[in-house]
């Protein structure tokens, strides 16, 4: 008797919850992914509740009787030239930090999957004119180029991540489209074919869920290299304005401080580091924990 299509949908998710429970076993076998994964889950905790841990008025406030005071049971970060409080500027300075990592990344995966998808599976003359377009914008910088977008449409975090997003998509389009060419010629894809099955299905349920993998290791290991760019044109001014707090811009304003007051520099300086070694933690054990020729 064959199976209904409520049977083979059953078999399909209790598979799936077996790919994931495996998957997690190996990711929790990877002590140091587990400890990223600690910390970068405090650096989440304290940016979804910001204001509960320090109120955002004393990010931006000044206070001139207060400036440039080291750490202190009151100020346990110090304060930076105009007064205002380095620990909430940290803490507020996360929700922005964060965001911008993890939104470029977010859109940078969704508009470079769905075209390396369709280059991958189309081929082509679509897929020739795609990849010369990305040939041409890998040839710049990728600082210089966001440096150019941001300059010419204005400084502010919407331009930012529109920047960061236009650098980034050219990489995830031909990661994604060369995963996608090797998928196309597997036999469930044939199947789907044969199946009368349309090309839009065929990419949304047949190859697009079995690119997750890679897909999810490359985004995972990018967020970190989105937030270093996004600090980075911070610190020259060309990214988050001031007086709302971002990690990047903090470095830039203690740049004339370093010497005598190194705390300016080193906490912001440290919440970057951190966090971006934790991220690439992270990358680091999804990708062992996804590799199939480690599951033997």
């Given at each position: 008797m064959k199976d209904t299509n409520k049977e083979r949908l059953a078999r399909k998710r209790r598979r799936r919850r077996e790919h994931a429970r495996e998957t997690f076993r190996l990711f929790r076998k990877n002590k140091a992914a587990m400890f990223g994964c600690a910390v970068l889950l405090i650096f989440i905790l304290a940016a979804i509740f910001a204001d509960v841990i320090v109120p955002y008025e004393e990010a931006i406030s000044q206070n001139s009787s207060v400036r440039l005071s080291g750490p202190s049971a009151e100020h346990i970060f110090g304060t930076d030239k105009y007064g205002r409080d380095v620990f909430a500027r940290i803490i507020h300075g996360s929700r922005r930090s964060l965001s911008l990592g993890v939104g470029t990344t977010l859109?940078?995966?969704?508009?470079?999957?769905?075209?390396?998808?369709?280059?991958?599976?189309?081929?082509?003359?679509?897929?020739?004119?795609?990849?010369?377009?990305?040939?041409?914008i890998m040839c710049i910088p990728a600082l210089l180029f966001a440096l150019a977008v941001v300059a010419a449409l204005g400084a502010s975090m919407l331009n930012l991540i529109l920047a960061i997003t236009i650098i980034s998509v050219p990489s995830y389009i031909r990661i994604i489209r060369s995963v996608i060419i090797s998928i196309v010629e597997q036999d469930y894809i044939y199947a789907a074919r044969l199946c009368g099955s349309s090309n839009r299905s065929i990419i949304f349920h047949h190859v697009l869920?079995?690119?997750?993998?890679?897909?999810?290791?490359?985004?995972?290991?990018?967020?970190?290299?989105?937030?270093?760019?996004?600090?980075?044109?911070?610190?020259?001014?060309?990214?988050?304005?001031?007086?709302?707090?971002?990690?990047?811009?903090?470095?830039?304003?203690?740049?004339?401080?370093?010497?005598?007051?190194?705390?300016?520099?080193?906490?912001?300086g440290a919440a970057i580091s951190l966090s971006a070694l934790c991220l690439n933690l992270v990358g680091d054990g999804l990708r062992d924990a996804l590799d199939p020729r480690l599951k033997a």
């Open positions: 859109l940078s995966v969704c508009i470079g999957g769905l075209i390396g998808a369709c280059c991958g599976f189309y081929g082509g003359k679509f897929d020739t004119v795609v990849m010369r377009i990305c040939d041409i869920p079995n690119a997750m993998g890679p897909i999810i290791v490359q985004a995972s290991m990018n967020v970190a290299s989105m937030m270093l760019t996004a600090a980075g044109l911070s610190f020259i001014g060309m990214g988050v304005q001031q007086p709302a707090p971002e990690w990047g811009a903090m470095l830039n304003e203690a740049r004339d401080f370093m010497t005598n007051q190194p705390y300016l520099l080193l906490f912001p």
